[in-house]
């Protein structure tokens, strides 16, 4: 299972763009990158899944390097509803029961 | 109406008893899960299933149990509840097939607080 490194918390404000970055240096070649949002009393919600280099979506984008070792998430302008936990996780899609939400990163957007 | 649907959304009850929390989808997939969540941490595995005669244990099974009855339906039950088992319990589902993400979809959670 490749373990993954979050921080802890972050904070910005309304309008910025926000990056958050997760260390995953166990990563196996069949191992994807997926993002979750959580908002307090919710269930998580998909964000978005990479590979490799870049994916973009109405959402968010997500940076991957070439050794695929980290990867980092880039939510555009911000808003006060965009706080919330978002979660990394690295597995086999197929399989992803072998993915494993850590403890995520608790992002507050100020105004 | 949500595409999944756990019940109770919030219980309490006392050390000893035993309690059953549904789970029941209607996207028709085959994999289901149940993910346990204290405060401030992260949601663990505790089972999942990937079809009906498909059972497996996750990170923390122990005290727990469940039963996939069908394909839309897949409860998880503890025996004897305990205090440390007050969290929020979370059911998935995922279709690959369905989706080349196999992204999660979650219910709303069950609240369950154990005294």
């Known amino acids: 299972l490749a373990k993954t490194t979050q921080p802890i918390s972050m904070d910005s404000y309304e309008g910025q763009e926000v990056n958050i970055t997760c260390s995953h240096n166990n990563i196996a070649t069949n191992d994807y990158i997926t993002w979750y949002q959580q908002f307090p009393s919710q269930g998580p919600r998909f964000i978005i899944q990479g590979y490799k280099t870049k994916v973009t979506n109405e959402v968010a984008s997500l940076f991957i390097p070439a050794d695929r070792k980290s990867s980092t998430l880039s939510l555009p302008r911000v808003s006060l509803s965009d706080t919330a936990v978002y979660y990394c996780l690295v597995g086999d899609r197929v399989d992803n029961n072998d993915m494993r939400f850590g403890a995520g990163t608790r992002l507050t957007v100020k105004p | 109406d949500a595409d999944v649907t756990q019940t109770p959304r919030n219980r309490i009850t006392k050390t000893g008893k035993r309690i059953m929390l549904e789970c029941s989808q209607t996207k028709g997939h085959d994999r289901m899960y149940w993910y346990r969540q204290d405060p401030g941490l992260g949601l663990q595995l505790i089972y999942y299933?990937?079809?009906?005669?498909?059972?497996n244990k996750g990170e923390i099974s122990d005290g727990y149990s469940v039963s996939r009855q069908a394909q839309a339906k897949f409860s998880l039950s503890l025996e004897s509840a305990i205090p440390n088992q007050t969290a929020l319990y979370f059911c998935a589902t995922s279709d690959f097939k369905g989706s080349n993400t196999g992204e999660l979809f979650f219910g709303e959670g069950s609240r369950l607080t154990v005294l």
């Open positions: 299933s990937f079809d009906v005669k498909d059972i």
